[in-house]
């Protein structure tokens, strides 16, 4: 059985240190990028409903969420994590990113039908990221199984969804 993921765990206040500023810049950059976008007043469009706004909410929060986390160190003290022989945590999210790059950009819009690039990328993503957890306790099929089940099932669910139920046309 998979261990719950690290909710008891207690994140050491020097990852902050980078974390923090990160998400500030990272929140800076989807807004001033959400504040560039064309609002299409002449087209009569609402200022609710104009593009961007979304994405600008969005970065203002994750801006607000990194000083939020850059204060909270300042009151936390040093906290000592037990090594757990796992990848770390910066790892974790290279991998994530990485991950999801390739799925943007060298699966979508390049030949491949939606539901597939999806199912290619969950399964990656499920399998690379359990890797560790299911090799320690024995059970890599069982979680290569998993991830094929999750994967399918998402990847047939999801483009039904975006265009069927939202009439979102995908690429």
């Not at 040093?78 to 390739?102: D, K």
């Not at 699966?107 to 399998?127: E, R, S």
């Not at 090799?135 to 483009?159: D, I, K, M, T």
């Amino acid at each position: 059985m998979l261990e719950p993921a690290s909710e008891d765990r207690v994140v050491p206040p020097s990852t902050d240190r980078i974390d923090g500023p990160l998400w500030v810049v990272v929140g800076a950059a989807i807004t001033v990028g959400a504040l560039r976008t064309e609002r299409l007043q002449s087209q009569g469009v609402e200022w609710f409903a104009a593009p961007g706004l979304l994405p600008g909410i969005l970065g203002l929060l994750i801006a607000a969420t990194g000083v939020l986390i850059s204060l909270r160190i300042r009151r936390a003290k040093q906290v000592s994590v037990p090594e757990t022989g796992e990848p770390g945590e910066r790892r974790r999210i290279a991998m994530t990113m990485l991950l999801c790059l390739g799925f943007a950009a060298g699966l979508v819009g390049h030949g491949v039908p939606f539901g597939v690039a999806a199912i290619l990328y969950l399964f990656g993503h499920i399998a690379l990221l359990q890797w560790h957890e299911r090799r320690r306790s024995g059970q890599v099929v069982r979680g290569l199984l998993v991830a094929a089940a999750v994967a399918v099932a998402a990847g047939l669910a999801v483009p039904f969804v975006f265009e069927q139920l939202f009439l979102v046309r995908l690429p």
